[in-house]
């Protein structure tokens, strides 16, 4: 009963620096999701998928790409990384329905110095 | 469009006193609405949803919350505080037809004093 995985659980990069986020879900899910949680600011999505193969783009996507090729893990890189990228980073999963809502991981806290 | 307003960022209560958060929606169709709680440290958890059955809707550790169109409101409450109930709590409504995105407010956190 895995659910939502996210790795890794920490790390601190320098400026300029890229890296890659996983997210892998075993629930079946056909959409996925990648947000951003800043003090104040609440939830930001930065990309979401719906489905093997797609991404599209949230409200804040400028410096992330996302990949799905495969329908259980969604990717989200950072090719460059910035201080302004310093937060908590979560991932979700859900049914391509409006009452299931969304299963969360556990969150990527990323320091960028 | 949708969105969500939650009023006061935070919310002070002492153990055993009742809960209020409140949570109002803006939506062009007839909205799904939700409740998700944040541990410290730890990824959202839905709490509870309302999905157009009954307007009055139980969740996990005691809370509830009821919707009312009239006010547009889906106000979450819980009649007696727990320390372990300290955390931050998140509304949410989902958008209709093939768009199912889920538009977050932004967060009430909650302290319990003993």
């Known amino acids: 009963n895995a659910g939502v995985t996210q790795t890794p659980k920490f790390r601190v990069l320098k400026t300029g620096q890229s890296m890659t986020l996983l997210c892998a879900q075993d629930?079946?899910?056909?959409?996925m999701y990648w947000y951003r949680q800043d003090p104040g600011m609440g939830l930001r999505l930065i990309h979401y998928?719906?489905?093997?193969?797609?991404?599209a783009k949230g409200e804040v996507p400028d410096g992330y790409n996302v990949s799905r090729l495969k329908k259980q893990n969604f990717l989200l890189g950072l090719e460059s990384a910035a201080p302004s990228q310093t937060s908590v980073y979560f991932c979700?999963?859900?049914?391509?329905?409006?009452?299931?809502?969304?299963?969360f991981g556990s969150g990527t806290r990323l320091t960028v110095v | 469009a949708q969105s969500v307003t939650q009023l006061g960022s935070h919310v002070s209560v002492s153990e055993g006193a009742l809960v209020l958060l409140r949570c109002n929606y803006s939506?062009?169709?007839?909205?799904?609405l939700f409740w998700y709680v944040q541990y410290p440290n730890q990824g959202l958890q839905l709490l509870l949803k309302?999905?157009?059955?009954?307007?009055l809707v139980k969740g996990i550790n005691g809370f509830e919350a009821e919707f009312k169109k009239s006010e547009t409101s889906f106000h979450l409450t819980k009649p007696s505080a727990h320390m372990s109930d300290a955390a931050e709590y998140f509304c949410?409504?989902?958008?209709?037809?093939?768009?199912?995105?889920?538009?977050f407010g932004k967060g009430t956190l909650l302290t319990v004093n003993p």
């Open positions: 629930m079946n899910h056909e959409y």
């Open positions: 979700a999963s859900s049914y391509e329905d409006r009452v299931s809502g969304y299963t």
């Open positions: 949410a409504v989902s958008r209709g037809g093939s768009n199912y995105k889920l538009t």
């Open positions: 998928s719906v489905g093997e193969g797609t991404t």
């Open positions: 939506s062009s169709v007839p909205p799904y």
């Open positions: 309302y999905t157009s059955a009954a307007t």
